[in-house]
């Protein structure tokens, strides 16, 4: 303890925020092994959500922080609309792939929109090859189907730098994850909601109007994806 301590008060930080820190990053370690997926976060909602009443088209955007962002705006980026958010921060493809069913299935939706993919690319869950991240949609995209649910497959955002992980140059990874998901989308019926091209300045990466962070988007990013992804709904669900 005392070489802890020596250590962290030459590091600048008092012994008691280094174990404060510590024992916050344990239990958020504790909390991803437990539940890896993130089933806990909307099993409430999900458990008093009553099915769709006859004829509504409920629509179920699932994602990560970005979904998790845009769905406060909901209400009034998509008014009246019977949408249901269902994105968790910091999540991969592979956890979204997991909790799919309970989070999109079992809420009887007319259609999904999913978003998904570029914290694969920043490797929050470990080291992601495209390949990994096209087989997770794809899944996604066949549970969907084969449950009668229409599927918007979303290109990934723009990004030239990620500000947690830095130096990673994952534009063209990010290029090229769009263009097999527009193809793939094309070749199995589903439709392909292209916010990059909308989104994306001379350098692939997020235009400084639509986020302040370079990843996230504000609300007027936001209000260019409400627009595109009602477009984008409203082509899925004719297709019916």
Same mark, same amino acid.
């Given at each position: 303890?005392?070489?802890?301590?020596?250590?962290?008060?030459?590091?600048?930080?008092? @012994?008691?925020?280094?174990?404060?820190?510590?024992?916050?990053?344990?239990?958020?370690?504790?909390?991803?092994?437990?539940?890896?997926?993130?089933?806990?976060?909307?099993?409430?909602?999900?458990?008093?959500?009553?099915?769709?009443?006859?004829?509504?088209?409920?629509?179920?955007?699932?994602?990560?922080?970005?979904?998790?962002?845009?769905?406060?705006?909901?209400?009034?980026?998509?008014?009246? &609309?019977? $949408?249901?958010?269902?994105?968790?921060?910091?999540?991969?493809?592979?956890?979204?792939?997991?909790?799919?069913?309970?989070?999109?299935?079992?809420?009887? @939706?007319?259609?999904?929109?999913?978003?998904?993919?570029?914290?694969?690319?920043?490797?929050?869950?470990?080291?992601?090859?495209?390949?990994?991240?096209?087989?997770?949609?794809?899944?996604?995209?066949?549970?969907?189907?084969?449950?009668?649910?229409?599927?918007?497959?979303?290109?990934?955002? @723009?990004?030239?730098?990620? @500000?947690?992980?830095?130096?990673?140059?994952?534009?063209?990874?990010?290029?090229?994850?769009?263009?097999?998901? &527009?193809? $793939?989308?094309?070749?199995?019926?589903?439709?392909?909601?292209?916010?990059?091209?909308?989104?994306?300045?001379?350098?692939?990466?997020?235009?400084?109007?639509?986020?302040?962070?370079?990843?996230?988007?504000?609300?007027?990013?936001?209000?260019?994806?409400?627009?595109?992804?009602?477009?984008?709904?409203?082509?899925?669900?004719?297709?019916?």
């Amino acid at each position: 303890m005392l070489l802890a301590a020596t250590a962290c008060a030459s590091a600048g930080v008092t @012994p008691v925020t280094a174990t404060t820190a510590m024992a916050s990053q344990l239990a958020a370690d504790q909390t991803f092994h437990d539940d890896y997926a993130g089933f806990a976060r909307y099993r409430a909602a999900n458990a008093v959500l009553p099915p769709p009443a006859p004829g509504e088209q409920r629509v179920v955007f699932i994602g990560n922080s970005i979904t998790d962002g845009w769905a406060r705006h909901f209400a009034v980026m998509f008014p009246g &609309k019977p $949408y249901v958010g269902r994105g968790i921060g910091s999540q991969t493809t592979p956890q979204m792939l997991v909790r799919f069913h309970a989070d999109v299935v079992a809420l009887r @939706p007319a259609a999904v929109v999913i978003l998904g993919g570029t914290n694969d690319i920043a490797g929050n869950t470990g080291p992601s090859t495209n390949e990994m991240i096209q087989d997770n949609l794809q899944a996604m995209t066949e549970i969907a189907q084969a449950n009668g649910i229409r599927v918007v497959l979303s290109s990934i955002l @723009p990004v030239h730098d990620y @500000p947690w992980r830095r130096g990673l140059v994952p534009a063209p990874r990010i290029v090229a994850v769009n263009a097999w998901m &527009k193809a $793939y989308a094309a070749r199995v019926g589903a439709t392909f909601l292209d916010y990059h091209s909308a989104m994306s300045d001379k350098r692939q990466g997020l235009r400084a109007e639509f986020g302040d962070d370079g990843v996230h988007p504000n609300e007027a990013g936001y209000r260019v994806m409400s627009a595109l992804a009602a477009h984008a709904i409203n082509h899925a669900l004719r297709a019916r």
